[in-house]
T-cell receptor, first 117, second 113 residues
Framework: DGGITQSPKYLFRKEGQNVTLSCEQN?????MYWYRQDPGQGLRLIYY???????QKGDIAEGYSVSREKKESFPLTVTSAQKNPTAFYLC????????????????FGPGTRLTVT | DAKTTQPPSMDCAEGRAANLPCNHS???????VYWYRQIHSQGPQYIIH???NNETNEMASLIITEDRKSSTLILPHATLRDTAVYYC??????????????FGQGTTLQVKP
């Protein structure tokens, strides 16, 4: 089945530890995104990547890092510098905007719920 | 990016049509209207999108007013599984577009038996 997977579903960490969240897609999409969702709120963009080996900061990138070494993978590291890391993290993928800048529908993974104590 | 306004919550009886409104009065000519929904504790799901014309797919219909300042998502026969938060998003098409989506608070639709 084609889709986007995130693991693990639940993750618990102690304060001060870095943690990496996995995101894999087999949809052959060029673009991938990481969002964060807090209780009762909409999604906020952390990082995005339009092509392999390139990524850009979103609206709330501080305290996070990403890599895009393979088309199908876009892992997110939550560093100890992130002040409020406890949240629901969502990964998405889509066709790339391309030269015309067309927005394409994004397909989301099931999310990882991170709790830091 | 254009902003959208949606009612915070709506109820619908099971089997009836659910009509979810969205205002986007500052939308520009090259911006699409997208609808997503998020069932509790899951990732958002794409539903439908449109530019000017009304659109229909297996999930829903999208009605966009002629001036494009508002739209309505229609779920023709709502079921209990349609209970979710529905997000209306406008997204640009231009050379500087990153493809990012700006999610507001959405409308919480409660389908009741």
């Amino acid at each position: 089945d084609g889709g986007i997977t995130q693991s693990p579903k639940y993750l618990f960490r102690k304060e001060g530890q870095n943690v990496t969240l996995s995101c894999e897609q087999n949809l052959n999409h060029d673009a991938m995104y990481w969002y964060r969702q807090d209780p009762g709120q909409g999604l906020r963009l952390i990082y995005y990547s339009q092509i392999v080996n390139d990524f850009q900061k979103g609206d709330i990138a501080e305290g996070y890092s990403v890599s895009r070494e393979k088309k199908e993978s876009f892992p997110l590291t939550v560093t100890s510098a992130q002040k409020n890391p406890t949240a629901f993290y969502l990964c998405a993928s889509s066709k790339a905007s391309g030269n015309l800048g067309r927005s394409y529908e994004q397909y989301f993974g099931p999310g990882t719920r991170l709790t830091v104590t | 990016d254009a902003k959208t306004t949606q009612p915070p919550s709506m109820d619908c009886a099971e089997g009836r049509a659910a009509n979810l409104p969205c205002n986007h009065s500052t939308i520009s000519g090259n911006e699409y209207v997208y609808w997503y929904r998020q069932i509790h504790s899951q990732g958002p799901q794409y539903i439908i999108h449109g530019l000017k014309n009304n659109e229909t797919n297996e999930m829903a219909s999208l009605i966009i007013t002629e001036d494009r300042k508002s739209s309505t998502l229609i779920l023709p026969h709502a079921t209990l599984r349609d209970t979710a938060v529905y997000y209306c998003i406008v997204s640009q098409t231009n050379s500087g577009n990153t493809g990012k989506l700006i999610f507001g608070q959405g409308t919480t639709l409660q389908v009741k038996p």
